[in-house]
């Protein structure tokens, strides 16, 4: 019988070792969101983000769910890697800083919340991305040849 996970790579990993923990705690920081998301009845979009839904409250709600299986599916991606994968690191701390990088100009530049009321998502997104362009330097690094 065939094993859903091929076998692991980890041995072949050459980058520092606190960059598939990093990429782990980020995958944490993008399923726990997705579950919100995903089965809060408001998406969080009331109780977090503090949205007035309006006349438009069921497209709200959907583009919240929505977003909340994007997040299930990149964070368990995420953290197979951070697992299993970890030759992948490098690869996906990019997938973070191209995801958070892009939420910080929306959130923050190209389409500020008229309220003024940032989501928490808003402040941790631009954290996010400075770690995660550290992390990517350190896995990219030979630990083997530093040693």
């Known amino acids: 019988?065939?094993?859903l996970l091929p076998p692991s790579?980890?041995?072949a990993y050459r980058g520092s070792r606190a960059a598939p923990w990093?990429?782990?705690l980020a995958a944490l920081g993008t399923i726990i969101p997705g579950l919100i998301h995903s089965f809060l009845p408001d998406g969080g979009a009331v109780v977090i983000a503090k949205l007035d839904l309006g006349a438009q409250a069921e497209l709200v709600r959907a583009l919240f769910a929505w977003e909340g299986?994007?997040?299930l599916?990149?964070?368990l991606g995420m953290l197979a890697v951070a697992v299993r994968y970890q030759p992948l690191t490098p690869l996906f701390l990019v997938l973070v800083i191209v995801e958070r990088g892009l939420m910080s100009l929306y959130g923050w530049v190209l389409l500020p919340p008229s309220s003024g009321h940032h989501p928490p998502e808003h402040?941790?997104?631009p954290l996010v991305v400075g770690l995660a362009v550290v992390f990517?330097?350190?896995s990219l690094r030979d630990r083997r040849a530093d040693a």
């Open 9 to 11: 790579t980890n041995g």
């Open 123 to 125: 402040f941790a997104s």
């Open 69 to 71: 299986a994007t997040q």
């Open 73 to 75: 599916a990149l964070g």
């Open 1 to 3: 019988m065939a094993s």
């Open 136 to 138: 990517l330097v350190l």
């Open 22 to 24: 990093f990429l782990g």
